[in-house]
């Protein structure tokens, strides 16, 4: 458990294709949002930062608090999503800071589990909600990423992981005919001939994995293919287009199995959530209960599976709302900062 953060606190949710800023000038602040960067329109996240918190005149922040997409080892941080690197050393630095934490992003999300108020969610069916319980957060946006909150003795604990690299695997006729022409990830590692692909929660259930879906139904029919992004797919969809309709309930059968696999797991009597980019813009085919069916079709827990409440999350800025309450009360939390808090003393 950490003490206290040098305030103003500059926090950052370091996405794919977006890097968003937010600044907390003392604990009794609330955030106050910053110019949000496009990562293809920066060099890396020294000139992000440059760009939203030091460009105009205003306070300096002496801690930096980053959410990041990929797992954090060592002093040079690579993103998984982004070609950054993130070195906190430099930043500390670059930009006098007395502290940078990173965390995964995925816990960040986590984080702002408890801070959510009935306007921040649309509820996708389930029991109630039992709000000092163990939360789990699944987020289909540039990638797939999983979170769990668990409850303790008065604190929170975020969980972090890599669920959305587990196995999806087909269920129905219709999904066995189609999984073979998905673009699967390559066993990396190993010699060619010992290679087995295979189609992960990501190579599904992210932006890219919808168009991979897209492409695998056009192709699985015999039809001419039509190379769409996710936004066309969408566009395409509520046009009423057959393929594209089809690719996202796909999208919510696979991402309810996922998310009922994750309920297995650690029973989160608080609930799963939905979160990143792409669920809150395509609402209505997760209200549908394509996605509700999935996840409770898990006999013989299937009664089990009902009791657990699941929504969307349709905060625009949940990863703010989850740092900002870390940095401002880190006394109700408890996040495991080995190897992810650099000093500028230790620098």
């Given amino acids: 458990m950490f003490a206290s953060f040098p305030f103003p606190v500059l926090v950052a949710d370091i996405g794919g294709t977006n890097a968003r800023f937010a600044l907390i000038e003392t604990p009794a602040d609330d955030y106050r949002l910053l110019p949000q960067i496009a990562t293809a329109s920066a060099a890396g996240v020294a000139e992000a930062i440059r760009r939203a918190a030091f460009a105009t005149p205003g306070p300096r922040p002496k801690t930096a608090i980053m959410a990041i997409a990929g797992p954090i080892t060592g002093d040079r941080v690579p993103l998984t999503n982004c070609p950054w690197v993130i070195e906190p050393k430099r930043l500390i630095a670059e930009f006098g800071f007395d502290s940078v934490v990173l965390i995964n992003d995925f816990e960040a999300q986590a984080l702002a589990l408890p801070h959510l108020g009935p306007a921040d969610v649309v509820t996708l069916g389930g029991g109630s909600v039992r709000p000092d319980a163990t939360k789990a957060v699944v987020g289909p946006g540039t990638g797939l990423g999983v979170g769990i909150l668990v409850h303790s003795e008065g604190r929170w604990i975020p969980v972090p992981g890599e669920g959305g690299h587990v196995t999806l695997a087909p269920e129905s006729a219709r999904e066995a005919a189609i999984w073979p022409h998905l673009v699967a990830v390559p066993d990396d590692g190993v010699p060619p001939a010992l290679s087995r692909p295979r189609i992960t929660g990501e190579s599904v259930l992210s932006g890219q994995g919808l168009e991979n879906l897209h492409r695998a139904i056009l ?16 566009r395409a969809a509520g046009a009423g287009d057959a393929a ?12 309810g199995r996922l998310a009922g696999d994750l309920a297995l797991t650690v029973l989160p009597r608080g609930g799963v959530y939905i979160g990143g980019g792409i669920s809150p813009k395509n609402l209505p085919f997760l209200t549908d209960g394509i996605f509700r069916a999935a996840f409770e079709a898990k006999a013989p827990h299937r009664a089990r599976l009902a009791e657990i409440a699941t929504a969307v999350v349709v905060h625009s800025h949940p990863a703010m709302v989850g740092l900002a309450g870390w940095a401002r009360h880190p006394d109700r ?4 900062l080995d190897g992810r808090h650099w000093t500028a003393a230790g620098a």
């Fill in 244 to 255: 594209a309709i089809e690719a996202f309930h796909l999208f919510a059968a696979g991402l």
């Fill in 333 to 336: 939390f408890v996040v495991d």
């Fill in 219 to 234: 192709a699985c029919d015999g039809r001419p293919p039509a190379d769409l992004t996710a936004a066309e797919i969408s």
